[in-house]
Every structure is written in C-alpha cells, then in structure tokens.
C-alpha cells in the first residue's frame, strides 16, 4: 500500500534518530508496531549466502523400485495447469475468482482433468448434477477520514458470504472502531452499535482456524449490534482471503464479514488511530448474485480390477485464488496415483480403482453428496476409501533478521507442512497407513485428528483415511504453486500408491473397523459433525 509505506518511512527515519540516540527500544506515537531494523550494531563478519538445499527423501532400502519412477517435477506440472485455469477466469474479470464450481473456471477443470485421465490411460465416466449457488459478484471498502480516503483493495467477503448477509446488495456508510482481538474487555467503553467494527486477528496458522474465532469476536460485535465486521488477518503481507469463521458454532450470525489483508489492516488502524474528533467512516459495497441453473460434473476414473471389489480415492478440484496447494496438488497427487496403477495390467490389480475428481467442496459438496447416496453399493465392497486434500505444502517460519526488532515476515523454509491425517478402519489398516506415511517422509500430526475435509460426508461409508492440510496459505492469493514442493508431492504419491498395494494383500474383513468404531457406537460428540462442508473446515 502506499499510503502505509509512506507513513511507515516517516515513522523509520525518526525513530532510528531515537534510537541510536539512545540505544533503546522503540514504540512511537502514530504506530502500533515497533519499528527499528537499523539500530543494530554491525556485524563482524558475514555469513555465506549460499541458500539452502531442496530436501529430497531417498527411496528407503528394501522398497519396490516401482515407486521411484514417481516424478515430483511432473506431477507439479499438474499443479500449474490448475493454477492458470484459476488466474484465465481472474483475468477475465471476476472479482470472486478461482477455480469456482458451476462458473467456467469449474467446467473447464473438469475438463481439463477428463482430458488428463484420457492421457494417463483411465476411462472416465462424467456425472452431471445441478449446483445452483449464491456468489459475491463485486465488493469493495473504504475507510475515510479529514478528506482522505484509503481503499482496502485487500479486502474480501468471508466464505458463505450470502449466508452471513443481511441482504443480497448492500451499500453502507458506517462509523468506525477498532476492538483489537475483540476480546470482552477489547468491548468497554466502546459503543459499536450500527457501526463498522474491524478486528485484528491472529491466525493459528491461517485463516481457517484464526483468533477472531475461537475467541468468538464476531457473536461478540454482533451482540452489541456492530452492522459489518472487518476482520484484519494478521499474517505478514496483504494477501487476500476466503476466510472461514465462527462457522458451526455460531449459526445465528448476520452480519456482513469480510477480511483484510494485514497492510491494509495497519494502515486503517493508523488511519483510525490519528483521525480527528469526527472518527473514521467506513464504506462498504457488496452484491451478491443467484445463479440458479449451474451445472457441474463429477468425474470418475475407473481402472477396472480382477474382483468385485473396490478402491476408491477422491479429491476436489475447486479452489480459491490460484488454489494450488488447495486442492491443485490433492488433485495432482490423485492423478499421479492413477497413473501409477494405470501402468500396471490389469491382472495385477486385485481391486476395481476408482479416482473421483469432486467438483464443489466449496460450494455445498454436492459431490460428496452424490457420493454417499450413489455409491453406497461400491462402498459395501470398498477396502478404503481416500482423500487426497492439500497433501504437499511449503512450511514457511515468521522471523526477521536476528537483533532487529522489525515486524517478521514469512520466510520460505526447506521444509513442508505436516498434515491432519485420520483412518477409520481396522488397526492393521491404520499401521498401514502411518507405516507408509513415515516411509517415504510424508509429515504429519503425531494423532490422527483434525477434518476429513471433503471426505467428511464418506467418512464412515467404508473403511477410509485422508491426508489434509491447513497450513498458513490456506485459501489466500499466495496459494500458488511455488508453494507445493515437488519432493513433497512425489512422498504424498508414493504413500498413496503403496498404501493401495500393501492394503490389497488384505481382505475387505481385515480392514473393516471394529463395531465399537462404528457410526451409532460412539457418542455423537467424538464422531464427526454433520453440516456444510465448507463449515467443516478444507
Ligand atoms: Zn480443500
């Protein structure tokens, strides 16, 4: 943003005067956040530049050949594709942009994914299903004071948007305030009624599980009669989100949200915290438009096997922004596990492989849906069922350079994300999975928990487990393909592949969960909660 560069140079170059005056830490009037990054004594040396190497995970002793020939560079090829079929609708001039179900973006992912099971050697067959959807055609906000007006050009309506506003259209002209995290005592003393309330929030990593939410910040503003809330995400830059919040837990929510990206959130903080006695107003614009007669496809790879038994993999291909990592590089990885049994005759395969490209995780998982009323015969000869969902993620660290005391930003390590991962089934199906997870270095959480994602409607349809990650770029503009690394793709696939091989040396009674796992067995508070999938989280 301009606007905050200028009045953060200003902020710089008194506050370095200060501070080799006195050698003292600093936090100026006019600014929220210390600024200091020269005030350091110099170094005596310097260290080398040479950057970091890419970490590859050598091909274990004692494990088929057959999975080395699974190329990381390939499959990351799979992953741009995705990502300019997004940014071709972007440049076509939709504000509300990705890979978006029912829009041409969506049709022609489906197409594109037909076209690549046709190369692979997998006969597909296509689904058609109606998918009406309520969309955020054009937004925008301002933020005004003593004549001067600061665009938020970050900003962006939360995800499920036309449920949260009050109207289709709307166009207000609001006071402002500012209640930091939003916490009960963030609250006294201030009068947010009818006004519009920004909130600073700390993602824990991203924008899917973020403070404002666990916090309960929005019910809170709400409550006290807030007409719009502005949530600032607080990760370093001014990326654009489709955020989640308060989704479950607080249904009764109408107000309009949208995010901002953390540049543009300082500067309305500045911008509010030196206005005048008139405050701050805040302008915001939204349409939301019905599109009642969408369609979208299901896509379904079928390599037939030897029995009438099954393998079922699913992955979405929609996503927000590029949607590289979600769910480009699930989609790719889903691709290239095709594409290893492909090769392989027919008499070797014990099992009927399905690998189902599910087109609307985000726009009510219809798909799913479909899913779990057409495949229930398929499911009772199913030996697993997989989620292939954001399975190879860049793990960047916040830092800065070392005796600073500048804001961090995001650094890129070597290093990708650990996931959320989860088996229903047998013991022996989830040795199998967490055994060949470690064996080709795909990360994880140490227990299986978090959100099955687009599984979470087939979760207990048959045996099942999914590889899920939430990691900070989670449905932000930087979801690009520079942040899936190829080695990290290439472990997702040879898991996967090996996870089918090793699974199919087991009957379907060897996988099955015990009844003491089974839906009606556990007490609805342990097993998963029903409801929308993009409420469910990614
Ligand atoms: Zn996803």
């Known amino acids: 943003m301009p606007?905050?560069?200028?009045?953060?140079?200003?902020v710089l170059n008194c506050a370095c005067v200060i501070a080799l005056a006195c050698g003292m830490e600093l936090f100026t009037a006019g600014t929220s956040r210390a600024q200091d990054g020269e005030a350091r004594p110099p170094a005596k040396g310097k260290i080398s530049r040479v950057?970091?190497?890419?970490?590859?995970?050598?091909?274990?002793?004692?494990?088929?050949?057959?999975?080395d020939a699974i190329d990381g560079h390939h499959l990351h090829a799979y992953v741009e594709q995705l990502a300019a079929i997004s940014e071709k609708y972007r440049d076509a001039g939709n504000q509300w942009w990705g890979r978006i179900p029912g829009m041409p973006s969506g049709t022609e992912s489906q197409n594109w994914i037909k076209e690549k099971f046709k190369e692979i050697g997998v006969?597909?067959?296509?689904?058609?299903?109606?998918?009406p959807q309520d969309l955020p055609k054009s937004w925008e906000i301002s933020v005004s004071t003593n004549g001067k007006t600061l665009q938020l050009e970050s900003s962006d309506p939360i995800i499920d948007f036309p449920n949260f506003a009050p109207s289709a259209q709307g166009d207000e002209e609001l006071d402002t305030v500012w209640v930091g995290l939003g916490q009960p005592a963030d609250y006294i003393g201030k009068d947010v009624r009818g006004k519009a309330v920004f909130i600073y929030s700390i993602p824990t990593p991203s924008d899917l599980i973020q403070s404002a939410m666990w916090m309960g910040s929005v019910g809170r503003a709400q409550k006290a009669g807030a007409k719009a809330v502005i949530i600032d995400i607080a990760i370093p830059g001014n990326m654009h989100y489709v955020s989640h919040m308060e989704g479950g837990r607080v249904r009764d929510i109408k107000i309009p949200m949208f995010t901002i990206g953390d540049d543009d959130g300082h500067a309305a903080e500045e911008l509010i915290a030196t206005a005048n006695a008139a405050g701050v107003k805040t302008h915001?614009?939204?349409?939301?438009?019905?599109?009642?007669?969408?369609k979208e496809d299901i896509v379904l790879g079928k390599l037939p096997g030897t029995s009438d038994e099954n393998i079922v993999m699913i992955a979405h291909v929609d996503g927000y922004f590029d949607g590289a990592i979600d769910d480009?590089?699930?989609?790719?990885a889903m691709l290239g596990t095709a594409e290893y049994f492909a090769k392989l005759p027919k008499e070797k395969r014990r099992r009927t492989m399905y690998f189902i490209s599910l087109p609307d995780h985000h726009g009510g998982d219809r798909g799913g849906t479909w899913m779990h009323e057409h495949f229930t015969s398929i499911f009772a000869k199913t030996a697993v069922l997989a989620n292939s969902e954001h399975v190879a993620v860049t793990n960047p660290v916040w830092d800065r350079p070392w005796g600073s005391n500048v804001e961090p930003t995001l650094v890129q390590t070597n290093s990708s994300g650990p996931s959320w991962w989860g088996v229903y089934g047998s013991d022996r199906l989830a040795h199998i999975v967490v055994d060949d997870y470690a064996t080709f270095g795909v990360p994880t959480q140490i227990a299986g928990a978090g959100s099955a994602g687009q599984l979470a409607r087939l979760q207990f349809d048959a045996p099942s487990f999914y590889l899920h990650n939430k990691g900070v770029y989670y449905h932000c503009d930087e979801d690009t393909p520079d942040k899936v690394p190829e080695?990290?793709?290439?472990?997702?696939?040879q898991a996967f592949a090996k996870i089918f091989n090793d699974v199919n040396k087991l009957d379907l009674s060897d996988l099955q969960p015990p009844p003491s796992s089974r839906p009606g067995a556990v007490p609805p508070?342990?097993?998963?909660?029903?409801?929308?999938?993009?409420?469910?989280?990614q």
């Open 487 to 493: 080695s990290a793709l290439r472990n997702a696939v």
């Open 525 to 537: 508070s342990q097993s998963s909660r029903p409801g929308k999938g993009s409420e469910q989280g």
């Open 3 to 10: 606007y905050r560069n200028m009045g953060k140079s200003t």
């Open 123 to 131: 006969p597909t067959e296509t689904v058609t299903i109606p998918d």
């Open 284 to 294: 915001l614009r939204w349409d939301v438009q019905h599109y009642p007669d969408l």
């Open 328 to 332: 480009g590089a699930g989609t790719a």
């Open 51 to 67: 950057p970091a190497r890419p970490l590859d995970w050598p091909l274990p002793p004692n494990v088929d050949k057959s999975y």
